[in-house]
């Protein structure tokens, strides 16, 4: 796929129905899988609009129409949520922007899919919590996403990518990159890779309860990390949730869990100084109560009861994908420096082992909120 050149992004740009002239273009977001640019036009008289821009990673998402068929299905069933609510569509949920052939997408001349979409001004997508009420929001926002999409039709989603969630399938496909080590990075990672060794049963708990018909599929969002959720600077409520590439049939424990191994670490996702990394108990309560809020009573005893082990296993599962990406070259998420990837692994390993030691304190906080 390579980096984006000029030319295709001039080429882009000129493909999208965008009024006005162009005054600024910069690349945008801490996201690690797509190319995005926020675009700033001028309108004469009006003033200023802004736009996102978006190069989707097809090496990723094999299918980008399909792809925008989802998002465009989602978003349009939430826009008519949101009006019966007497919220603000065009704040509340993503707005593509269409091509000038009338497509959700504009194919270059290379092959490659860009989509396009409405700026959520006035709002703030966060990479560390600053304020701990921030957490408890998103939390209730991710949640009412997951309720506001309980009933839409869940066969007509496209798997975006398959066995995204399916831990016990991304086990063997670490154990794999272990074996062949295609990089010789394998030796330097012994202890990392005897973490993920150790907890096989992690990787199994949901693929075997599932198979049970202990616990519902239910359309989830499936990357639920607080900079994929906008938060007004305003009111500070989760305004928007944001990233809808894996909106898919997976278990309501995922969504809760991947936003714990993200927002309620004390640290970044790639922080190098491990002693700054833990689970924080404080937000993982705020974003229990919150959650829960905002799924309206959703859920079932059971998958509240597993909310726990959703955030290990989430935590687990990025840092054995990370690892795996370290182990294959980087091919999968972007590094911005040698290591990134191991440097990111060990801090969900670190959380990993602080939620092991933390686990009945965790189990405490969900049972005070379960009923
Ligand atoms: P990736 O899949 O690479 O994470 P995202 O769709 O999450 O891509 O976009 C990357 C970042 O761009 C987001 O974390 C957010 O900061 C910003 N962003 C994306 N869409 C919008 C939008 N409509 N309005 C404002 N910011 C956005
Ligand atoms: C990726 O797209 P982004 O940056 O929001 C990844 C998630 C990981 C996350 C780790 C499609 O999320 O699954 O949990 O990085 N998204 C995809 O930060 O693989
Ligand atoms: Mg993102």
Redesign the pocket.
Known sequence: MGSVTEIQIKEAIANFKYEGRLLERKPYGS????DTYLLTFEIEDMGTLKVILQRMNRE?FTNPVELMENIVGVTSYLRERIVENGGDPNRETLNTIPAKDGKPYYVDSKGEYWRSYIFITDATSYDLVEKPEDFYESAVAFGTFQRLLSEYPAETLHET?KG?HDTKARFETFKRAVEKDVCGRAAQVRKEIDFVLAREETANVFGDLLERGEIPLRVTH??T?L??IMIDNKTHKGICVI?L??VMPGLAMNDFG?SIR?GASTAL?DEQDLSKVSCSMELFELYVKGFLEGCGGSLTRREIELLPMGAKVMTYE?GM?FLTDYLEGDH??RIHREGHNLD?CRTQFKLVEDMEAKWETMRNIVNKYAD
């Open positions: 996201g690690h899988i797509n990723i990518i995204f499936n990357d990390k900079n994929n990233d590439d894996t991947d993200f996702e990025c994908r999968y998420f990111r």
